[in-house]
């Protein structure tokens, strides 16, 4: 039987069940999931937000697969006051390094934000009175390594805090009860993990 779960990964932790140093693994949150269980894709240790974990290989397929260019929207808290013309420039696809080579990003949208109601993250962002900070909402149709961090970098405002806020129409705001804290596991039916693909 296929079964899905989603999952509020918290920052600092590896988007796996195996051993890697010292780093809290999926093996640490507090749920027992079916041995079969696998996430969907990864978020790095650094970044924050929704991961879906699932032992349906067709849907699997369909999300990694770069052709079917399925959206996730992030939520990005940025060193200074994002402009709109750096909003433009994401939107039209800027020059990053993936594996030392120069490669243009595909359309996106990105758009200025106030700041979310999320969470506080842990530990929290570095405080620093003289340099302001703003968010943004950046929706990619592709997920290569590092991506939204290398972007924001490009146009000149370094991501300070990451947290992907939704995967095709399935997001955060999604949870039946309260809005989940990280480290939050809870199941939805296929029917619900269908909508990962509009």
Request: include cysteine; charge should be positive; aromatic fraction near 12%.
């Amino acid at each position: 039987m296929f079964r899905y779960f989603l999952i509020y990964k918290p920052f600092g932790m590896l988007s796996q069940f195996s051993r890697e140093g010292e780093q809290p693994t999926l093996a640490d949150l507090d749920f027992k999931f079916p041995k079969d269980i696998y996430p969907v894709g990864r978020l790095d240790a650094d970044s924050e937000g929704l991961l879906l974990l699932t032992n349906d290989n067709y849907l699997k397929t369909r999300l990694l697969e770069p052709k079917y260019r399925h959206e996730r929207t992030y939520y990005v808290q940025v060193e200074g006051i994002i402009t709109q013309e750096a909003c433009t420039s994401l939107a039209e696809g800027v020059f990053v390094s993936i594996n030392g080579k120069q490669y243009r990003t595909l359309p996106a949208r990105a758009v200025p934000m106030g700041e979310p109601a999320l969470p506080d993250r842990n530990p929290p962002i570095r405080f620093r009175k003289n340099i302001p900070v703003s968010w943004l909402a950046i929706t990619l149709h592709e997920g290569k390594n590092r991506q939204v961090r290398r972007m924001t970098a490009a146009v000149g405002f370094p991501t300070l805090r990451l947290v992907r806020w939704s995967i095709g129409k399935i997001s955060l705001a999604d949870k039946k009860e309260n809005f989940p804290k990280p480290g939050d596991v809870w199941e939805v039916t296929a029917k619900e993990a269908r909508d990962f693909l509009k």
